[in-house]
């Protein structure tokens, strides 16, 4: 019997019992955090003191745009959601929550949020911020995701945009080094996702969603990881490189970087079938890292640590 056949769904019309916890699993809790820690690092870097205001505004809004987003993508994939184990039981592919209150709970996120950041930050952010909803809810999760192996490469650039808005929240413009930061996490979404889906092939193809390693075959996603990884550990040396941090960074993201290749070399390799998922578990505290280090450099310098 196929896995898609043994997962319990309640039938229609019975989608009772939610929780508030059911509305805050639609906002994918945890990868906003991570964004808003991109976020507040891009804002830390782009100003020593930036407006406090500027700051928890800026998070607020970004959070809550990028909660919405997160909510609309439960809407629109509730039914692919449905086919595949990892996401049945969330709360619209199980049928818990009605449809019409996540749509309505989406829209209230998302007005709130770039309303806010219209409001009491800037317009550029509300409008790059918007572009990045309207990026991954609609374009990516609508049509590119069903559409294309290439849907997280060209979709990446919406999930990669929190530290651009976290520096336009501080700054009102948009400059070298805020497209840089954003260019990492670009960089690094294509390891980060394909080694999920190799682990998850199988699920992707029984419910016909053309990721890379159902249409193009494990083998061939194993190198694009590799190579992908490959291409964030050069676009992370660009920060050292051009001067905008010092050897702080260097030294600490040459030590992420030689475990995320360590992990991503598992992954070519093939030989370890836990690898891809370790792989990217370890890419998340990648990222927290790469963004840490940056940070951690920032602050070296600012307080001119001796010999740095
Ligand atoms: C289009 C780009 C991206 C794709 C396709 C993608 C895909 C995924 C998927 C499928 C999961 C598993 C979710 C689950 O099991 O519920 C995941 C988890 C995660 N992603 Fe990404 N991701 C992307 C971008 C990002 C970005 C930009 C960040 C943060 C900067 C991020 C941070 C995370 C975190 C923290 C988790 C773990 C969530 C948890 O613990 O449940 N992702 N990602
Ligand atoms: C405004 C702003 C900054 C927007 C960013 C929006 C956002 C929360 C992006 C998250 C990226 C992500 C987890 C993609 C996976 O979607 P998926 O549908 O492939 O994965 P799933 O199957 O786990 O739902």
């Excluded at 808005?165 to 080094?177: F, K, N, R, Y």
Aim: charged share 10%; net charge positive.
């Amino acid at each position: 019997m196929s896995d898609a056949l043994v997962i319990r769904r309640a039938p229609a019309g019975t989608a009772t019992r939610w929780t508030c916890r059911d509305l805050l699993t639609l906002c994918k809790p945890r990868v906003v955090v991570v964004m808003l820690v991109c976020s507040l690092v891009g804002m830390l870097l782009a100003t020593p003191i930036p407006s406090p205001a500027a700051v928890a505004f800026g998070l607020l809004g970004i959070g809550l745009a990028a909660g919405g987003a997160a909510a609309f993508n439960h809407v629109v994939d509730r039914r692919l959601d449905a086919l595949m184990l990892r996401t049945a039981r969330r709360p619209l592919a199980s049928r818990r929550l009605p449809t019409p209150l996540a749509l309505a709970w989406a829209t209230l996120l998302s007005v709130l949020g770039i309303g806010l950041l219209h409001w009491q930050v800037n317009a550029l952010t509300a409008w790059l911020t918007l572009g990045s909803l309207i990026g991954y809810a609609l374009v990516y999760t609508a049509f590119l995701k069903r559409a294309t192996p290439q849907n997280i490469v060209i979709g990446g650039v919406a999930g990669a945009a929190p530290p651009l808005l976290g520096w336009t929240a501080v700054t009102g413009q948009l400059g070298p080094e805020p497209l840089l930061l954003m260019l990492i996490v670009f960089a690094w979404t294509p390891p980060h996702f394909w080694a999920l889906a190799i682990h998850k092939r199988d699920e992707y193809a029984r419910a016909g969603v053309p990721m890379l390693p159902v249409t193009h075959g494990s083998a061939f996603t194993r190198l694009q990881v590799w190579l992908y990884g490959w291409l964030t550990v050069a676009v992370t040396l660009l920060p050292f490189a051009i001067g905008m941090s010092g050897v702080v960074y260097l030294a600490g993201v040459s030590l992420l970087n030689l475990r995320f290749m360590t992990w991503n070399w598992r992954v070519w390799r093939g030989r370890d079938p836990e690898a891809p998922l370790a792989a990217f578990w370890f890419s998340i505290r990648y990222i927290l890292g790469v963004f840490g280090v940056l940070l951690l450099d920032h602050y070296a310098h600012l307080w001119r640590l001796p010999g740095l």
